[in-house]
T-cell receptor, first 111, second 117 residues
Framework: EDQVTQSPEALRLQEGESSSLNCSYTVSGLRGLFWYRQDPGKGPEFLFTLYSAGEEKEKERLKATLTKKESFLHITAPKPEDSATYLCAVQAAGGSYIPTFGRGTSLIVHP | DTAVSQTPKYLVTQMGNDKSIKCEQNLGHDTMYWYKQDSKKFLKIMFSYNNKELIINETVPNRFSPKSPDKAHLNLHINSLELGDSAVYFC????????????????FGPGTRLLVL
């Protein structure tokens, strides 16, 4: 059974304090790993897709990396507007193409 | 020009009632989904549907049924609502996997907050 575990469950940072969120996964062949951002009262918003180990993608203060067992979402010098829940999802090769989501990391950045 | 829209945004109803949530996407996608998000933010797939197949999560009660009048719409009907049905329901869409050969990104609607009293 495909599993996705995100840690920490919650993270509080001071503005400018860089950190990383973790998404570890167990799937029978990875087809793709997704990162989403979800603001309170809104639907998940797509950030990145990673396909293979060693791949990296960046967007403003966010950088996503991928290994064979986990993905990291690095947040450099975060700002209060980065506060949100960050969701990770994986799509396994073969079988159902429906992604499996983790439970998310709730990030709060204090000014 | 919202990509994925849902109505209503809020739905408060009594236990035992039947209700529907509507979803529309204007992205030209072939596949649509319904997810349930609980109070701890866990997104759980309920249905996936395109013009070829309906995939049902076997843990979803048969009181829930998806209905698709056309490719751009996937509505969710819920019969005999129960207290445990209270949650946020998200519709999403993606391009059909066979037509692109790539991993499909899902685009989500704003959610429908259902409260059963």
């Amino acid at each position: 059974e495909d599993q996705v575990t995100q840690s920490p469950e919650a993270l509080r940072l001071q503005e400018g304090e860089s950190s990383s969120l973790n998404c570890s996964y167990t799937v029978s062949g990875l087809r793709g790993l997704f990162w989403y951002r979800q603001d309170p009262g809104k639907g998940p918003e797509f950030l990145f897709t990673l396909y293979s180990a060693g791949e990296e993608k960046e967007k403003e203060r966010l950088k996503a990396t991928l290994t064979k067992k986990e993905s990291f979402l690095h947040i450099t010098a975060p700002k209060p507007e980065d506060s949100a829940t960050y969701l990770c999802a994986v799509q396994a090769a073969g079988g159902s193409y429906i992604p499996t989501f983790g439970r998310g990391t709730s990030l709060i950045v204090h000014p | 020009d919202t990509a994925v829209s849902q109505t209503p945004k809020y739905l408060v109803t009594q236990m035992g009632n039947d209700k529907s949530i509507k979803c529309e996407q204007n992205l030209g996608h072939d596949t649509m989904y319904w997810y349930k998000q609980d109070s701890k933010k866990f997104l759980k797939i309920m249905f996936s549907y395109n013009n070829k197949e309906l995939i049902i999560n076997e843990t979803v009660p048969n009181r829930f049924s998806p209905k698709s009048p056309d490719k751009a719409h996937l509505n969710l009907h819920i019969n005999s609502l129960e207290l445990g049905d209270s949650a946020v329901y998200f519709c999403a869409s993606s391009q059909d996997r066979s037509s692109t050969g790539k991993v499909e990104t899902q685009y989500f609607g704003p959610g429908t907050r259902l409260l059963v009293l």
